[in-house]
């Protein structure tokens, strides 16, 4: 596609309950990023994959958190048994992952935790 | 680790004046690069300008220009004839220069625009 495209747009629900998050990159890039954003904050590193490698996931905030990549395509952003504090904006970037070249972002989603 | 501090959460600017964003950030990194983002009320990030820390020539793109003082670790954003589209969040970040590491934000400064 034209840019990185995130799903849903908003997302209500209610504590204690599984939500999964998607983030079609921009074709041909490698690397994807998924970064949280919390009301008036800046954005929070989570997870990152490059290619085949193991993904980076040292920004997980707790093992609530997970994400899975097929190949160099598709990424999905899955929060279990969501807490209230998990709400915030949820972004998606990729890159063509050369190391030096900008990251591209999507619209994100707005995650509500009732 | 690496920290990036905007110490200003709010600054505002008269139409076609101009604005000085402030951000200083902390690495025991030699070299690295350094990114002005925007996020307007639709949410998506959008790059600003970008600078490379071994360039001692400072970045410029269009209206957008960066004063980068590495000594100082601090890389402020000037936005000359400030437009009405211009208000937004604006983010300051660092990104390590070797390997696909992640970028480290600051928390951003929101610049209104009075016309």
């Known amino acids: 596609g034209a840019g990185v495209s995130q799903s849903p747009s908003n997302k209500v629900t209610e504590k204690g309950k599984d939500v999964e998050l998607r983030c079609d990159p921009i074709s041909g890039h490698t690397a994807l990023y998924w970064y949280r954003q919390r009301l008036g904050q800046g954005l929070e590193f989570l997870i990152y994959?490059?290619?085949?490698?193991?993904?980076?996931k040292s920004g997980l905030p707790s093992d609530r958190f997970s994400a899975e990549r097929t190949g160099e395509s598709v990424s999905t952003l899955t929060i279990q048994r969501t807490q209230q504090e998990d709400s915030a904006v949820y972004l998606c970037?990729?890159?063509?992952?050369?190391?030096?070249?900008?990251?591209?972002f999507g619209s994100g989603t707005q995650l509500s935790v009732l | 680790a690496q920290t990036v501090t905007q110490s200003q959460p709010e600054m505002s600017v008269q139409e076609a004046e101009t604005v000085t964003l402030s951000c200083t950030y902390d690495t025991s990194e030699s070299d690295y690069y350094l990114f002005w983002y925007k996020q307007p009320p639709s949410r998506q990030m959008i790059l600003v300008i970008r600078?490379?820390?071994?360039?001692?020539q400072n970045a410029t793109e269009n209206r957008f220009s960066v004063n980068f003082q590495k000594a100082a670790k601090s890389f402020s954003l000037k936005i000359s004839d400030s437009q009405l589209g211009d208000a937004a969040m604006y983010f300051c970040a660092y990104r390590r220069y070797s390997g696909n590491t992640p970028l480290v934000f600051g928390k951003g400064t929101r610049l209104s625009v009075i016309a």
């Open positions: 994959f490059q290619g085949n490698s193991a993904p980076d």
């Open positions: 970037a990729s890159s063509s992952g050369q190391g030096t070249e900008k990251l591209f």
């Open positions: 600078q490379e820390a071994y360039k001692q």
